[in-house]
């Protein structure tokens, strides 16, 4: 036998390094799977829930169709580095540990876009000739979570009022007549209101995806990138300012602009107004068209470190979906309004909570009163967590099958918004929501309660429906309404109903 020619058994050695490597591989995306399994199902219920209202799902509908056309262009151009994936998925279990902690269903979400970026990466449709932004993919998956009932809870009133005064210029330009107050805007002695629905928070969502989605495909420097964003915030402010102008100048001229379909035609073309300029001359270098620097040798991780990395993930995943929650949101005592015995000689009739809002209220704190006054219903929300606790009434009305309007917003009396409420059967019903704090602030936005509690308007905030069957006397209607609202101490504030 000639041991010159002998081979060293590289078949097996090779065989026994990919067992290795798949194995781990396969640790990583088990543990990856726990960690997402309860935030998919959390997504999906909420592209599903009335209560939402989120067409999340397009944005990943869309997400797939450009991850489709990159791995269809072609092979990698070159391998890539491992490290980064395996950190992003280690960060994602850390963030997914703090939302399990904090009971923060969406902070528990924000996880899924560090799984996206790492898969766009384990893919490598970054190296293939249709190339992809991971960064910018991952980003443009935050969309398919309910961003904007987030952003309006959060920041619906400062937009509110960069709306409000922006309009105002602009109204200022053309007509004398034009006084601003706050969110009010008088033109030739009309009001309009710039109230929660028209703060533009839908439309900057739809201009800042178009733009995300832009950077996904054309992949710009850092720099670039940045500042298209700042840019596409300035232009869907003037976008949605020139919308309510257009809607302003439309009512005092007594136009029925507030109907269909032309409040949504005006809404439209100011959004197209808005990305304009984005899809006629946005055009940054690539990444790709960038020559002459070499890209840095991929970093392999060693198979007894990538084995142990994926075995500690494996293990921490279990132990992370296995934790009870602490949320730090919890309500403390709070100082609830007593509900009145009788309105307008109607005795209440107190309504008890339903088993899914009594575990609700046990598990977050905060308190909920229920009530019947003859036709009128009375429920009042009462928290010192606000985030939490308390949402305009439509977010509860849809989850409950109703299809619901809103109205509008009156000043007169108690700043109120008004929705119609349509039930299942056909029954239709008229809500008025009012947000009293402790201190006796009044407003008809729950983003300006919020907004108010961040700012350090503590104390207790409450929540105040009155609820009347539709076809109800509107006499009838604003002698119940007055009387509940004189039976809770609330002030009311003088005023032009909108």
Same mark, same amino acid.
């Given at each position: ?26 640790a ?45 262009? @072609?092979?990698?151009? +070159? ?11 280690l ?11 904090l ?44 961003? +904007? ?16 005064? &922006? ?42 995806a ?20 700042l ?25 029925d ?5 032309? %409040?949504?035609?005006?809404?439209? &073309? ?6 304009? $300029? ?9 990444r ?17 470190i ?10 921490g ?9 602490n ?25 008890p909570?339903?088993?899914? +809002?009594?575990?609700?209220f046990?598990?977050? @704190? @905060? ?7 003859g $036709?009128?219903?009375l ?6 967590a606000?985030?939490?606790?308390l %949402? ?10 109703y ?29 008025a ?12 936005s ?8 961040l700012?350090?308007? @503590?104390?207790?905030?409450s929540s ?35």
């Amino acid at each position: 036998m000639d041991r010159g020619n002998a081979h060293p058994p590289v078949t097996y050695g090779g065989m026994k390094h990919l067992t290795a490597d798949t194995l781990a591989w396969c640790a990583f995306v088990i543990a990856s799977v726990i960690l997402a399994a309860q935030p998919v199902q959390w997504l999906v219920q909420s592209w599903l829930s009335p209560a939402y209202g989120s067409y999340g799902y397009i944005y990943v509908l869309l997400i797939l169709g450009l991850a489709g056309m990159s791995l269809l262009s @072609g092979r990698p151009k +070159e391998a890539g580095s491992q490290a980064p994936a395996i950190f992003l998925l280690l960060l994602a279990a850390l963030i997914r540990f703090l939302g399990q902690v904090l009971a923060i269903n969406i902070f528990s979400a924000l996880a899924l876009a560090l799984d996206v970026f790492a898969l766009v990466g384990l893919l490598q449709l970054n190296r293939r000739p249709f190339s992809l932004s991971p960064f910018w993919v991952a980003a443009l998956f935050l969309f398919s979570l309910p961003t +904007e009932i987030v952003l309006q809870r959060t920041l619906g009133f400062p937009l509110q009022m960069v709306s409000a005064e &922006v309009s105002c210029t602009m109204l200022g330009a053309v007509f004398s007549n034009v006084i601003c107050d706050g969110v009010r805007i008088t033109l030739d002695q009309k009001d309009i209101l710039v109230d929660l629905p028209c703060s533009g928070a839908s439309g900057l969502l739809l201009s800042l995806a178009f733009v995300v989605t832009q950077n996904a495909v054309m992949r710009p420097r850092w720099p670039i990138g940045g500042l298209s964003l700042l840019a596409v915030i300035g232009c869907a402010t003037l976008g949605n300012s020139l919308r309510i102008s257009l809607l302003a100048i439309g009512l005092a001229n007594d136009l029925d602009v507030m109907a269909e379909p032309w %409040h949504s035609l005006i809404g439209i &073309v100011t959004l197209g107004l808005t990305v304009a $300029p984005f899809a006629l001359f946005y055009r940054p270098l690539s990444r790709n068209a960038r020559k002459g620097r070499p890209r840095p040798k991929p970093f392999i991780l060693p198979n007894p470190i990538k084995a142990l990395a994926g075995v500690a993930c494996l293990i921490g995943s279990f132990a992370i979906v296995s934790l009870k929650a602490n949320p730090l949101d919890v309500s403390g005592r709070v100082q609830t309004p007593n509900l009145p015995t009788q309105i307008q000689g109607f005795l209440g009739q107190k309504v008890p909570l339903t088993a899914m +809002e009594a575990r609700y209220f046990e598990a977050y @704190g @905060g308190q909920a009163q229920k009530a019947q006054f003859g $036709p009128l219903g009375l429920n009042v929300v009462s928290t010192r967590a606000p985030l939490r606790h308390l %949402h305009a009434p439509e977010v509860c009305l849809r989850g409950l099958g109703y299809r619901v309007r809103f109205l509008g917003t009156r000043y007169g009396g108690v700043p109120s918004a008004y929705y119609q409420a349509s039930g299942p059967d056909g029954d239709k019903w008229l809500v008025a929501v009012s947000y009293v704090s402790q201190g006796g602030q009044v407003t008809p936005s729950v983003g300006e309660a919020i907004w108010r509690w961040l700012n350090g308007s @503590g104390g207790t905030w409450s929540s105040v429906q009155r609820i009347t069957p539709w076809t109800l006397d509107t006499a009838l209607r604003a002698q119940l309404d007055a009387a509940a609202i004189a039976a809770l101490d609330i002030h009311t504030t003088e005023g032009t109903d909108i």
